[in-house]
């Protein structure tokens, strides 16, 4: 090999490559450049930098030339990401769109994404809620999926670590099946949300309404201030990406803390095709990446790879990794590899009036709302269906217009807005069974732009949904009911799988190499240098808002990477 070859091989190699930069991926980075590795982060899209790439954060609404709606051109070829509710003027740059980076539906799914550094991190609703023991003893207890190789203790002091750093709002509740965390203060409920919250109590023991957890800084400690973040002042302008850093994101937090340590190389504009697997040495050596402008083909080398790139982008990769000893796909000597996707049920909801409470006028901002951890079959079986549901609750104070005039009239209605009643409101956030049949695998014949192929995704509802949302509504009329909640209206949504962007699985944990793809540690049973970290490894889905225990798993598992490293054990 030429000197020159070799140089350029020598400025492509690093310690560590991590593939995606969203909120796992700004994780594993945080962890092992802190742990002394060179750290290579491979991003698809283009950089987006904390405080200066957020265009539209500081904008009033007269600002935006369509007043924050979404014009009828761009709605009319954008039919899925027209679904996903955080879609609006002010967020548009952080989505992509349906034609930009098709997928196929064998079926209906509805596949939302943000391709730029720092993911959906930029994008999420922050909700951050740890699970319990019951939660990961769940497939092995009601015996569906895989037993998890981890329990409650093994991941809690990782919740920690993470809470710490990134900011994580929320009361203790002292509640065993949402295990309290290090908390910087609560947001509190409202007037009516707190009232509700009483009615529980006294007429349903064990049904809690909770100030939802948040990875907002309520109260600031100094190591937020030495990421150069600031307190939340409730703005609620939040995916827009906020300048003060008021929320978490792989922008404001992780990445930049990354490239501190000097030993973060972040290249934007880089699209992982696939893994390079050595038969000889038996371990991945690099990762094949495509210049997303100039197309050209390059490889990196790398002693250890984390798989950060979204659960279903990162089943791609992995299946698209063939070689002579996994022709199906990287550690995929069982071919399970895309299977047992599962994600979050969100098929109902239910809205009603409260006539009470006029004397509270103002239903308060904050970046969170009510939380009702799930309270269905989680000590023991007690329903025809597997699991439970967590629900969102919260309470508004209506202001109404007679907006049936014209001319002057019509200018003061509006001007003098006058108070209705209460309006309550809550959604489900229902636990789903990773089944083999729900799954996503390569589309034989379809590439897109860059040449990999599209990802085919096969995924559903199943009976046992069903039975799960019919009982959030009885339960929810019954107990707005009690409440003394009127016009209560109680809906089945025709949402498909996906919008609840908590979409999981086909790489999952679990003990035996027979039945699941990662070990303990988020390392392929069959590749013990690379991990995946993301919602991909989860063998269930919990009802918790996943994104917390991605941060949790990831930093575990790089923090592992960095001692096995050291031991030369990879
Ligand atoms: C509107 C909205 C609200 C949400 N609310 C919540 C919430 O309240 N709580 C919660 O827990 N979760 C929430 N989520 C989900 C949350 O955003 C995701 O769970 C989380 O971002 C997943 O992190 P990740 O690192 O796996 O993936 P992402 O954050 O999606 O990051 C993946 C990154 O990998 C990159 N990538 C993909 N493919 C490749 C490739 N081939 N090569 C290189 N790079 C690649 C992508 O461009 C992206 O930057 C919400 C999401 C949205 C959109």
């Not at 990794?321 to 399970?336: A, E, I, M």
């Not at 919260?394 to 001007?415: C, I």
């Not at 083999?436 to 990802?455: A, C, T, Y």
Request: glycine share 10%; aromatic share 12%; net charge neutral.
């Amino acid at each position: 090999m030429s000197n020159l070859n070799i140089d350029s091989v020598k400025q492509r190699s690093f310690d560590a490559i991590v593939i995606g930069s969203g909120i796992s991926g700004g994780w594993a980075a945080k962890e092992l450049t802190e742990g002394g590795l060179n750290t290579l982060v491979l991003e698809r899209g283009r950089d987006v930098k904390h405080g200066v790439d957020y265009p539209t954060a500081n904008k009033y609404p007269w600002e935006f030339e369509h007043r924050g709606e979404i014009p009828y051109n761009i709605k009319k070829v954008n039919p899925i990401l027209m679904r996903a509710n955080a879609f609006s003027e002010g967020t548009a740059h952080f989505f992509v769109k349906d034609e930009e980076h098709p997928y196929v539906q064998e079926k209906d799914f509805d596949w939302i994404r943000g391709y730029q550094v720092g993911g959906r991190s930029l994008l999420w609703a922050r909700q951050t809620q740890r699970w319990s023991e019951y939660d990961f003893e769940g497939p092995e207890r009601d015996g569906f999926a895989v037993d998890w190789p981890i329990r409650y203790k093994d991941i809690a002091p990782w919740y920690s670590h993470v809470e710490k750093f990134a900011g994580i709002a929320g009361n203790k509740d002292g509640l065993k099946e949402l295990p309290d965390g290090d908390f910087l203060p609560g947001f509190p409920l409202n007037a009516v949300e707190d009232y509700f919250a009483k009615q529980l109590k006294e007429k349903y023991p064990g049904r809690y309404v909770i100030s939802g957890r948040c990875a907002h800084l309520s109260e600031p400690g100094t190591i937020h201030y030495q990421q150069g973040r600031g307190r939340c002042l409730s703005r609620t302008a939040c995916n827009r990406g906020c300048p003060l850093g008021g929320y978490y994101s792989s922008n404001s937090s992780t990445l930049p803390w990354a490239e501190r340590t000097g030993r973060m190389t972040l290249r934007p504009f880089s699209v992982v095709h696939s893994i390079i697997y050595d038969e000889s040495k038996g371990k991945a050596t690099g990762v094949r990446v495509i210049d997303s402008e100039s197309k050209e083909m390059i490889e990196f080398y790398a002693r250890i790879i984390f798989v950060n790139a979204g659960s279903l982008n990162s089943n791609l990769i992995l299946l698209n990794s063939t070689s002579d000893r996994f022709p199906n796909g990287l550690g995929n000597d069982n071919g399970l590899l895309g299977k047992y996707i599962a994600f979050h049920n969100y098929s109902a909801n239910i809205s009603a009036e409260f006539e009470g409470y006029k004397e509270y006028t103002t239903d308060g901002r904050r970046p969170t709302g009510g939380y009702v951890p799930r309270f269905r079959n989680v000590f023991k079986q007690e329903t025809d269906f597997l699991r439970g549901y967590a629900c969102g609750f919260s309470a508004h104070r209506s202001s109404v217009s007679d907006t049936n005039t014209f001319g002057e009239p019509l200018k003061q209605q509006l001007l003098n807005p006058k108070l209705g009643v209460w309006r309550v409101g809550s959604h489900m956030m229902g636990e789903t069974i990773p089944k083999k049949e729900n799954e996503v695998k390569l589309d034989p014949n379809r590439k897109d732009d860059w040449g990999v192929p599209l990802l085919r995704i096969a995924v559903e509802y199943d009976d046992n949904d069903e039975k799960m949302r019919n009982d959030y509504l009885e339960q929810f009329e019954e107990m707005f009911h009690a409440a003394g909640f009127v016009n209560i209206r109680p809906r089945k949504t025709v949402m498909a799988p996906g919008l609840d962007i908590h979409e999981m699985g086909g790489v999952r944990m679990g003990k035996d190499p027979k039945t699941s793809l990662l070990n303990a540690w988020n390392q392929l049973h069959h590749c013990k240098n690379v991990f995946v970290s993301d919602g991909a490894c989860m063998t269930s889905t919990s009802t918790q808002n996943p994104s917390l225990t991605y941060m949790a798993l990831t930093a575990r598992a790089a923090n592992f990477a960095v001692e096995e490293l050291k031991k030369q054990n990879l």
